[in-house]
């Protein structure tokens, strides 16, 4: 039985599998050439391939030069490799060891061509008849997603949300150990939260210099988001996370990512308002019908 919600225990405890390479026969074999063995070995030794971006980082027990993606990835092809990545977490934790493009496009919600083209880019064609074979997914997935490593997270805003965050196991095993609480509350400034003594928004830099941190997350109301993202970047940290409610800039140098809870529960009663109006509006109090009809006639 698949696990759920998400949380694979056996595959998150062998994601250190996922730091280093399998064993070399899933390596792509190399192409034949025509010619008898003689002429094969006259022929010169190609170049060695010159350095790559993140050539050290990923040198240690990786792949050769021409298993690496060989284009840019499409920011859609990015998205998406997050849920193929916990599909095939899920696949591991069932001891399955190959899967077919069809299996993994359901298991995904996408369709198959899709995932043929997403996982081309990834330098991965699959085998006729055999399919994907999930370990090499894994550490394929992980190294384009940066998961190699760790990447600590300092937390702004030690809210309900706040806490709840910091509380979530989730994200060490993930490669996302939370290293620092931070608030600008005095009466909030020196508890101890998930673990962790919550520290002044004045120590930032210094908390980001002494432990390395790599990713701000923002849980603060949305007065005070602007002013904590620019203290996160002037710290030195350009990968945010944004709960805040709130419209918050960064310079270029930075990336950002929004997550508005308020944003995805109005998607959802659209599409509910809208199903409920195809059923001749059903279901529907009596100021929602009205709302229905006006918006229908306007």
Request: aromatic share 6%; with cysteine; glycine share 8%.
């Amino acid at each position: 039985m698949r696990p759920r919600g998400g949380d694979v225990p056996t595959a998150i405890a062998r994601r250190s599998t996922w730091r280093t390479p399998p064993t070399t026969r899933w390596r792509r074999r190399p192409a034949r050439r025509a010619g008898t063995s003689q002429q094969r070995r006259a022929v010169a030794p190609r170049p060695a391939p010159r350095s790559r971006l993140c050539e050290k980082e990923n040198a240690a027990g990786s792949v050769s030069s021409v298993d690496r993606p060989r284009r840019r990835i499409p920011e859609a092809t990015v998205a998406r490799l997050p849920v193929y990545l916990r599909t095939l977490l899920e696949l591991q934790a069932e001891s399955v060891s190959n899967i077919s493009s069809e299996r993994l496009a359901e298991m995904a919600g996408v369709n198959a061509a899709k995932v043929r083209k997403d996982l081309s880019f990834l330098g991965s064609y699959g085998t006729r008849g055999v399919g994907y074979d999930v370990e090499y997914l894994l550490f394929q997935m992980s190294r384009e997603l940066g998961l190699t490593k760790d990447w600590p997270v300092v937390i702004v805003g030690i809210g309900n949300l706040g806490a709840a965050l910091s509380n979530y196991g989730g994200f060490g095993d993930r490669g996302y150990p939370v290293a620092a609480l931070i608030d600008a509350d005095p009466s909030k400034v020196g508890k101890v939260i998930s673990g962790h003594i919550v520290r002044h928004l004045d120590d930032l830099p210094e908390i980001v210099t002494e432990l390395g941190v790599a990713i701000g997350v923002i849980a603060t109301p949305a007065e005070t988001a602007q002013e904590v993202a620019d203290k996160l970047v002037a710290a030195g940290v350009t990968s945010i996370l944004n709960f805040a409610p709130a419209v918050v800039s960064v310079p270029p140098e930075a990336s950002l990512r929004k997550v508005d809870l308020s944003l995805e529960l109005q998607i959802l009663s659209f599409y509910r308002q809208r199903d409920a109006a195809g059923e001749g509006l059903e279901g529907l109090d009596a100021l929602d019908r009205v709302a229905v009809q006006k918006s229908a006639s306007a």
